[in-house]
């Protein structure tokens, strides 16, 4: 069956993903336990919240150029060792200190993980088939998002909250047995049929040369890569306030116990997983019906984004509806990250892909960071979670428009041409 090979890596690499914001999950589920053995104030939960991104923003620049180097198979492995051992550190901690560094070391080691998958993905998968991909591995973050809520409360029920994160790191450390034994390039994967080989010549044939060596610091004179880290970092400002704040604001809002957050927090991030599907699908659906690069995927960006203002009705709606509402929320977002992220290798070479999308998740973690220690101070000063769910609902918009205007269009960028002859030319 030809195709087997490439999506048995794909599920591979959304392995990964899951695994990922499965970690990440596990401090905002647990916060109300640690909280009986460690007090924890807003602002110290946006302090953590913060420790976690400075790593993860450093991280995800300087690892994209590591992965470059490295390679997928090692740089990959390396990550998840060093994530999963962290993770598991949060099971030690006896202060918000001592938790701040663990959430520092586990953003160290997470920072790399798009940008590796990234790169492997652009290294299986030819254009018209990389953001469908790319939605399959945006889908992890749902998979493992859904999976952290129900199972942290089942293993809150029976045993301390320092199990949960020593279970999470014991999983990331099983993963890396599965990718030494069976992930390679597609281009040196021994498994590789000719039938698969003939369907995947775009990505192995021999990349034409620029005539100039592409550094990492020379992406920043191109208008369409600051552009697209200045959309990541509008976006991902508001992402990240959903993944950290969500479960504290069902336990401060709605009065939730650890069970009924158990019971109802999984459902916006499967949505968030049916969005990041939908969204790499409607772009390849709408290339194979004749529609350009370009056009395709803004306008699946422009939908995505579309939805996000709903989320100011949250304040003014019984929690039932608040639900709906998260949902369709963490769907138009990841629907969103899911395209966002494949345009890195729409625009570059596969050599500084790497490179590009760490630049891309930099500019996320630190919109992360400002708007999360913004959350904190408006909190404890008893601005409450109005004026918050006001930005966090315009946020995707004002991103749409700042890729509409600094990426003309969309395609490979030409390094032989001056930044502004190209942005004039485009």
């Given at each position: 069956m030809t195709g087997r090979l490439r999506w048995k890596m794909a599920l591979?690499?959304?392995?990964?993903?899951?695994?990922?914001?499965?970690?990440?999950?596990?401090?905002?589920?647990?916060?109300?336990?640690?909280?009986?053995?460690?007090?924890?104030?807003?602002?110290?939960?946006?302090?953590?919240?913060?420790?976690?991104?400075?790593?993860?923003?450093?991280?995800?620049?300087?690892?994209?150029?590591?992965?470059?180097?490295?390679?997928?198979?090692?740089?990959?492995?390396?990550?998840?060792?060093?994530?999963?051992?962290?993770?598991?550190?949060?099971?030690?901690?006896?202060?918000?200190?001592?938790?701040?560094?663990?959430?520092?070391?586990?953003?160290?080691?997470?920072?790399?993980?798009?940008?590796?998958?990234?790169?492997?993905?652009?290294?299986?998968?030819?254009?018209?088939?990389?953001?469908?991909?790319?939605?399959?591995?945006?889908?992890?973050?749902?998979?493992?998002?859904?999976?952290?809520?129900?199972?942290?409360?089942?293993?809150?029920?029976?045993?301390?909250?320092?199990?949960?994160?020593f279970l999470s790191g014991a999983v990331g450390l099983v993963w890396t047995l599965a990718w030494i034994r069976i992930y390679h390039p597609a281009a040196t994967h021994p498994d590789l049929s000719a039938g698969e080989r003939q369907e995947l010549a775009e990505v192995l044939a021999p990349k034409v040369e620029t005539g100039e060596r592409i550094r990492w610091i020379d992406l920043f004179r191109y208008p369409q890569v600051w552009g697209l880290v200045f959309a990541k970092f509008l976006s991902d400002a508001a992402w990240y306030f959903y993944i950290f704040w969500l479960p504290k604001y069902l336990y401060d809002v709605h009065h939730f116990d650890t069970r009924q957050v158990g019971y109802f927090a999984w459902i916006p991030y499967a949505a968030a997983g049916i969005g990041s599907l939908l969204g790499g699908w409607f772009s390849s659906l709408l290339i194979r019906r004749g529609f350009s690069l370009n056009l395709s995927r803004k306008i699946a960006l422009g939908v995505s984004a579309g939805v996000m203002p709903l989320i100011l009705l949250v304040t003014h709606s019984p929690v039932q509806f608040v639900i709906v509402l998260f949902s369709i929320a963490f769907a138009g977002q990841q629907s969103w990250s899911t395209l966002v992220m494949t345009l890195p290798s729409d625009l570059v070479p596969s050599s500084v892909v790497g490179s590009f999308a760490g630049l891309v998740g930099f500019g996320g973690a630190m919109g992360g960071i400002v708007f999360g220690l913004v959350v904190g101070q408006l909190l404890d000063r008893g601005f409450g979670y109005g004026p918050v769910f006001i930005c966090v609902g315009l946020l995707h918009l004002i991103g749409f428009c700042v890729i509409l205007l600094s990426i003309r269009v969309i395609g490979p960028i030409n390094f032989k041409i001056s930044p502004p002859a190209r942005f004039v030319a485009a």
């Open positions: 591979l690499i959304t392995a990964a993903i899951a695994i990922s914001y499965f970690d990440r999950q596990t401090l905002p589920v647990a916060i109300r336990a640690i909280q009986r053995e460690i007090p924890v104030t807003n602002i110290q939960f946006s302090h953590l919240q913060a420790a976690f991104l400075a790593a993860y923003a450093v991280m995800y620049a300087g690892s994209g150029k590591l992965i470059d180097i490295l390679g997928t198979r090692k740089g990959f492995l390396l990550i998840m060792l060093w994530w999963s051992l962290a993770c598991a550190s949060q099971g030690l901690a006896v202060s918000v200190p001592l938790l701040a560094v663990s959430l520092f070391l586990l953003g160290m080691g997470e920072g790399g993980g798009f940008p590796a998958a990234t790169k492997a993905m652009a290294e299986w998968f030819p254009t018209q088939e990389r953001s469908t991909a790319m939605g399959l591995m945006n889908a992890g973050t749902a998979v493992g998002a859904v999976a952290a809520p129900p199972l942290i409360a089942i293993t809150l029920a029976h045993l301390s909250w320092r199990w949960v994160f």
